[in-house]
């Protein structure tokens, strides 16, 4: 049975992969696939989620706040429960164990900041507390886990906290931690927006694109995405639509011995 964690030093003694997720659902819309073929080839996988702490039960909330609440069906004094209970579904459906950060999700760390989807998803503001945190937490996995291979985001749709996350495990890569950095997906899916993201970071020369065959975990894939009850209308509007989308972008990712594939991005 997998196993929850809330501190680093809990947490079991080995692990052969690490996925870095700024929220409580990123690495399973991405990587899920991957994810249960690592555990079915008997390999231990963490999932880290980053902004996993709950804002104080009665706010106050931005109106932006407000409305992603509204979005996702949930009280607000119960979101981020409600999301963790949802999260750890998903990766029980998978196998893989998860470590849940104390750290606040853009909407409850900056409220006056990140006020609406533009600021969301524009630049993370001078002075956001989120990447020095993370730092602090992924040096001590580095260190407790310095033979594991690290997955982040590789921040396509520019949301925020997806920035954060990759610029503070970019800082690693050049340290020499081994780190692969995946596609956000459903980001991923709009025109353009793999392509403009990589311009950002210096052009797509710089990685070693790899695709991962998820033919036999596809299934498995979908089933954990079905998962995030709150999350499902607010990104694809129902299940059939969730299943056809993940089917269609795996499928178009093309792997060299397969139908269905993932996308990692190795930096070279």
Not at 79 to 98: K, P, S
Not at 153 to 158: D, E, I, Q, T, W
Not at 172 to 190: C, H, K, L, M, S
Not at 192 to 215: C, K, N, S, Y
Request: net charge negative.
């Amino acid at each position: 049975m997998p196993s929850h964690y809330t501190r680093i030093e809990d947490l079991a003694p080995h692990y052969d992969h690490i996925y870095l997720s700024p929220h409580l659902d990123d690495a399973v819309l991405s990587c899920a696939g991957s994810i249960a073929n690592f555990i079915a080839a008997h390999q231990s996988v963490l999932v880290v989620t980053v902004c996993a702490g709950s804002p104080p039960a009665n706010g106050p909330f931005s109106p932006f706040a407000q409305h992603q609440h509204h979005q996702w069906r949930l009280p607000p004094d119960q979101a981020v429960q409600q999301r963790i209970l949802e999260d750890i579904a998903a990766l029980e459906t998978l196998g893989a164990d998860c470590l849940l950060l104390d750290l606040l999700d853009a909407i409850y760390r900056i409220p006056a900041a990140y006020h609406d989807e533009s600021s969301l998803f524009g630049l993370v503001v001078p002075g956001d507390p989120l990447g020095p945190a993370l730092r602090a937490q992924m040096a001590a996995l580095v260190a407790r886990y310095p033979n594991a291979i690290f997955y982040a985001p590789l921040a396509v749709g520019m949301h925020v906290d997806h920035q954060a996350t990759y610029t503070v495990a970019a800082e690693f890569v050049r340290g020499g931690v081994n780190i692969a950095f995946y596609e956000d997906f459903p980001y991923v899916t709009v025109n353009g927006a793999l392509e403009r993201r990589l311009a950002q970071l210096g052009g797509a020369e710089l990685f070693l694109p790899v695709v991962i065959t998820i033919d036999a975990t596809l299934p498995r894939k979908i089933s954990a995405i079905e998962s995030y009850t709150s999350q499902i209308i607010a990104l694809f509007g129902d299940l059939p639509t969730m299943a056809a989308r993940v089917t269609a972008y795996a499928e178009g990712l093309r792997p060299d011995a397969g139908t269905y594939g993932e996308r990692i991005w190795m930096p070279r």
